[in-house]
């Protein structure tokens, strides 16, 4: 069963930054993608940002685009997403997913993290 492990949440005023962990306990090789969603109150869970463990091609939501950056560890079981330029309507909770694909859609991952929460003050 593989399990994801995230942190580096926290609470950070606006233009500020924040860095995201993502480990996960093991990975096969259908897990291809590793990625980041989020949710805030009210709100669909919406992507933000994945990549490829093989390769490391990334993909990134329009609103992540020059201010997130997301990158993994050589092992390629950790994932990370550095969180600069923050603004208020960045906060949410963050979760890491891993999956077969790149994909945009919630539904398409089987496997998350249990979220950290993200909060930007203004």
């Known amino acids: 069963q593989v399990q994801l492990v995230e942190s580096g949440g926290g609470l950070v005023q606006a233009g500020g930054s924040l860095r995201l962990s993502c480990t996960a306990s093991s990975l096969t090789f259908s897990s291809i993608v590793m990625g980041w969603f989020r949710q805030a109150p009210g709100k669909e869970r919406e992507f933000v940002a994945q990549?490829?463990?093989?390769?490391?091609?990334?993909y990134y939501s329009d609103s992540a685009t020059n201010r997130f950056t997301i990158s993994r560890d050589s092992g390629r079981n950790t994932v990370f997403l550095q969180l600069s330029s923050l603004k208020p309507e960045d906060t949410a909770t963050y979760y890491c997913?891993?999956?077969?694909?790149?994909?945009?859609?919630?539904?398409?991952?089987?496997?998350w993290g249990q979220g950290t929460q993200v909060t930007v003050s203004s």
């Open positions: 990549i490829r463990r093989n390769n490391g091609v990334t």
């Open positions: 997913v891993a999956g077969a694909a790149y994909s945009r859609l919630p539904d398409a991952f089987q496997i």
